[in-house]
């Protein structure tokens, strides 16, 4: 065997991996890294554990229906036939109260000189005057003339006391037709006057027996 050398020998006992050696000493680590280093990782593996969670109930957790949602019902065009009964407002009407001012039922704002606020308030009575009537319900009720409405199958019509409505208020229109009508040739002044709808409203002002689909509904083009 041969002899080592003092130098070698200190080299060798100074060695970073070599444990054995009397003069090592490791690099003591302090004890702050060793809390940010527990700390950051389990910061990391709860955000991990709570995002896996999230997605997993996003799988697996069944829906909640809201408390106030109205459950989706398909609509049954022949649901409103009762008899001989045709009704096409049945399952369809919505239902509000609401509270009028007195000065709703001033006769100011229906009759006299045409008024930003008298517009309003026939806009306002007779509003919503239109709504659809499924294709079935139209060939029932013999309304196939009225307006298709697109898209689909449905036709256009309203309530026949709304179009009543509707008339009153044409005429007081005529009555100021420079007014409301201020572009209006001879000819369409002529032929409102003569249009349907006053033959129609002479007929119901004239006698209150009129005939029961005249109340339901009525229809055609509102100019």
């Excluded at 100074?14 to 009397?22: A, D, I, L, R, Y």
């Excluded at 319900?137 to 409405?149: K, P």
């Amino acid at each position: 065997m041969e002899n080592v050398s003092d130098d070698k020998e200190e080299l060798l006992q100074k060695c970073q991996f070599c444990c054995e050696g009397e003069n090592y000493h490791p690099d003591p680590v302090a004890p702050h890294k060793y809390k940010k280093y527990w700390i950051f990782s389990t910061v990391i593996h709860i955000a991990v554990i709570i995002f896996t969670i999230s997605i997993l109930q996003s799988f697996y957790s069944p829906r909640r229906t809201p408390k106030n949602s109205v459950p989706f019902l398909p609509v049954n065009h022949d649901s409103h036939l009762v008899g001989d009964i045709l009704s096409p407002l049945n399952n369809h009407a919505q239902h509000k109260i609401e509270a009028l001012s007195t000065d709703s039922w001033d006769p100011e704002l229906y009759f006299g000189e045409p008024t930003y606020e008298s517009d309003r308030a026939w806009n306002a009575l007779i509003y919503p005057r239109s709504f659809r009537v499924h294709k079935d319900e139209a060939v029932r009720l013999n309304m196939t003339e009225s307006i298709l409405l697109q898209p689909g199958d449905d036709f256009g019509t309203m309530l026949g006391a709304l179009h009543n409505l509707h008339c009153l208020r044409r005429i007081r229109q005529m009555l100021y037709s420079d007014y409301y009508y201020p572009d209006a040739s001879p000819e369409e002044k002529e032929y409102n006057r003569n249009h349907a709808y006053w033959k129609s409203l002479q007929q119901i002002l004239e006698s209150r027996n009129f005939p029961n689909e005249n109340l339901m509904a009525n229809t055609g083009p509102l100019n």
